[in-house]
């Protein structure tokens, strides 16, 4: 532990790790930022008390009557993904809990359930689930995503329309409380907890392990590409408008996720169709999406995996950067209007964007997502047609113009819509006002109740988790 000073909490912490290396790292380490706290989002600073590595849900359960002891919030880290850094807490002075550790596997071939360590990885779950029975369940493509926080917040992705969110696949947790219990919680179990954790997770306990329902992996799958360069933004509204058109179609084919990708040099649209080549081109789909420059691959699970993966790489990276991102969450009836696509066109023509690194993602929802009911989780967006989300990097900082930019894109929008626009909290904004009622909107308000009941003292915490009491 070296030079570090005796505190009450370091004391605690230091019994729990037992002489263990790597358990437990403070500030007074040289190396602190970078081989502990390890800041995802380096615009925003923060800096825990201290970050702790369990090994075990009684490690997590010890480290939380330690923070409790010493009136200490607390917040977990999975991957460490936040845009907001909320995994660090999201604020100086809050104690972490990294997952890392946490990677137990194992499959039930009776049920098909598989149960997943809190601190995994989202390529680890997608080579794990293959490697025990051939399995899958939908998720994101970063590869780096942990499943901690991507599977209590929402955790969408291109098989999301034909299988659900990620969340939706949780049937069961194991979860630490807010007094150090280690609980399971379920729909029979504990059951007001499980529909918290099944959205807000963060403010609601510490998720040490996973049970899921899987699916068979799809045969084959094709991959459809779309890729246009041109001399202003403005050209590209009919495209757009062709893309949204499809993609707020109540009657679109459910095994089919796509995006329309904005950045420097152009537009991309990626679609994947989990099904063979003559479904695809029988689903209608082919006829009703921007044909040209188009590229058709058809390929199994893994390899598509791999590819989506690739392609966030080039936008969404694991790596650390100073970045800004904003989002919004429409209904089919909050589409953009012709006019308000022209206007964002134009903005985007016109203003300085102040980096080249730069996108205006959109991606499709709907399909199974919304055959949830709203209040079965606390995952409120189970309407959204789509969600857009404006993302800026600096470097190596992020200048006032992208932040700018970045904020005109998402105020382009609403300035065209009557109702007030919501936002994904999985796409977390530091900025937003009155974000805990975009985030959860009609489930806030049980919410508030839940985290009364389960932590009135507000130990799970970050600067916009569910607060106690909550209501709007």
């Not at 329309?260 to 006829?287: Q, R």
């Not at 309407?383 to 992020?398: E, H, N, R, S």
């Not at 005109?408 to 530091?430: A, F």
Request: hydrophobic share 35%; charged share 20%.
């Amino acid at each position: 532990m070296g030079q570090t000073p005796s505190t009450p909490l370091n004391d605690c912490l230091n019994a729990v790790c037992n002489g263990r290396d790597n358990c437990v790292g403070y500030p007074d380490n040289p190396l602190y930022q970078i081989t502990w706290v390890n800041r995802y989002n380096l615009d925003i600073s923060v800096e825990p008390i201290a970050v702790t590595r369990p090994e075990t849900a009684q490690d997590v359960s010890d480290i939380v009557k330690c923070a409790v002891a010493n009136s200490v919030k607390v917040q977990p880290k999975s991957g460490g993904h936040s845009y907001g850094n909320y995994g660090l807490g999201g604020q100086d002075g809050e104690l972490v809990i990294d997952l890392t550790n946490l990677q137990d596997f194992s499959m039930d071939t009776n049920t098909w359930q598989a149960t997943i360590g809190g601190g995994t990885k989202l390529s680890d779950v997608t080579s794990r689930l293959h490697d025990n029975g051939k399995r899958a369940i939908s998720h994101g493509t970063c590869p780096g995503v942990g499943i901690g926080g991507h599977a209590t917040i929402g955790g969408l992705g291109p098989s999301s329309r034909m299988w659900g969110s990620c969340l939706d696949h949780v049937v069961e947790v194991e979860v630490v409380t807010a007094d150090g219990s280690i609980k399971r919680a379920s729909e029979t179990e504990n059951s007001d907890l499980f529909f918290a954790l099944k959205g807000s997770g963060a403010g609601f306990g510490v998720i040490t392990e996973f049970v899921v329902r899987t699916h068979p992996e799809p045969g084959d799958v094709v991959q459809y590409s779309f890729a246009l360069s041109f001399s202003k933004f403005e050209d590209l509204v009919p495209v757009f408008l062709q893309w949204q058109a499809l993609v707020t179609d109540p009657n679109l084919d459910r095994r089919f996720g796509t995006e329309f990708v904005m950045y420097e040099l152009g537009v991309a649209i990626t679609g994947t169709f989990y099904g063979s080549e003559d479904e695809w081109k029988a689903s209608g789909i082919p006829d009703k999406i921007p044909v040209g420059n188009v590229s058709l691959v058809i390929d199994d699970w893994l390899g598509v995996v791999a590819q989506q993966a690739e392609d966030a790489a080039l936008y969404l990276s694991d790596l650390s950067s100073a970045f800004t991102a904003k989002s919004l969450a429409l209904r089919a009836d909050e589409a953009l209007s012709s006019d308000t696509a022209t206007d964002l066109m134009k903005y985007i023509d016109s203003v300085d964007r102040g980096s080249l690194l730069w996108f205006v993602i959109f991606d499709a929802s709907g399909g199974a997502v919304s055959d949830v009911p709203m209040n079965a989780t606390a995952y409120s967006h189970r309407d959204k047609a789509m969600f857009v989300q404006g993302y800026g990097i600096g470097i190596p900082t992020l200048n006032q113009a992208t932040r700018d930019f970045i904020d005109g894109v998402i105020t382009t929008i609403q300035s065209n819509t009557l109702q007030i626009l919501t936002t994904y909290p999985g796409y977390v904004d530091p900025s937003l006002v009155d974000a805990q009622a975009s985030y959860w909107g009609p489930n806030l308000k049980t919410l508030g109740a839940i985290k009364s009941k389960w932590d009135p003292d507000d130990l799970f915490h970050n600067p916009q988790s569910v607060r106690p009491g909550e209501t709007s």
